[in-house]
T-cell receptor
Framework: NAGVTQTPKFQVLKTGQSMTLQCAQDMNHNSMYWYRQDPGMGLRLIYYSASEGTTDKGEVPNGYNVSRLNKREFSLRLESAAPSQTSVYFC???????????FGPGTRLLVL | AQSVTQPDIHITVSEGASLELRCNYSYGATPYLFWYVQSPGQGLQLLLKYFSGDTLVQGIKGFEAEFKRSQSSFNLRKPSVHWSDAAEYFCAVGSISGNTPLVFGKGTRLSVIA
């Protein structure tokens, strides 16, 4: 089992460019999440999907959109990247919202 | 809504010394509690979790944590720290009702010196 996989591992964007971060899990989990991690800020929840077909805003959703493509895949889109979105992005999944979350290796995004 | 506080941003311990990382939570009912570890450049890995039952929970890598309802705490301990334990540690709390995601603390960075 690969667990939670994320692509790409690293990306450099120019301000105003768009991109989609991909996440997939092979654990048949119902719930999936996107976080960003910045120094001194801990993990901040961007969006989550409690189950296939549903998505909800987290703590910092502005500037992002998500798609729960199917039970396995949950993508995060930046429509017009800004330097403030420079961060490390983590995807996670869990059986249900209250259960243990399993994390991917992260995507490092630099917006110039 | 639940919340979690990790009072220590950064802790430095000597190799071989004991370790205690603090975690305090706020939640009206008995919470689900977790400790995760993040090594540099890696994702988060589960160390241990408490759902119910015995309040002293054993985890991987020799870590343990104790749930103290009266103090709203779930502190992480290790009797003898190894250099490889240097990492960031996150406490998280979940609700029994299960209708909201886990809430994570801001983390405690552990440095280990010789």
């Amino acid at each position: 089992n690969a667990g939670v996989t994320q692509t790409p591992k690293f990306q450099v964007l120019k301000t105003g460019q768009s991109m989609t971060l991909q996440c997939a899990q092979d654990m048949n989990h119902n719930s999936m999440y996107w976080y960003r991690q910045d120094p001194g800020m801990g993990l901040r929840l961007i969006y989550y999907s409690a189950s296939e077909g549903t998505t909800d805003k987290g703590e910092v959703p502005n500037g992002y959109n998500v798609s729960r493509l199917n039970k396995r895949e949950f993508s995060l889109r930046l429509e017009s990247a800004a330097p403030s979105q420079t961060s490390v992005y983590f995807c996670a999944s869990s059986e249900r919202l209250k259960e243990t979350q399993y994390f991917g290796p992260g995507t490092r995004l630099l917006v110039l | 809504a639940q919340s979690v506080t990790q009072p220590d941003i950064h802790i430095t311990v000597s190799e071989g010394a004991s370790l205690e990382l603090r975690c305090n939570y706020s939640y009206g009912a008995t919470p689900y509690l977790f400790w995760y570890v993040q090594s540099p450049g890696q994702g988060l890995q589960l160390l241990l979790k408490y759902f119910s039952g015995d309040t002293l929970v054993q985890g991987i890598k020799g870590f343990e944590a104790e749930f103290k309802r009266s103090q709203s705490s779930f502190n992480l301990r290790k009797p003898s720290v190894h250099w490889s334990d240097a990492a960031e540690y996150f406490c998280a709390v979940g609700s029994i009702s299960g209708n909201t995601p886990l809430v994570f603390g801001k983390g405690t960075r552990l440095s280990v010196i010789a």
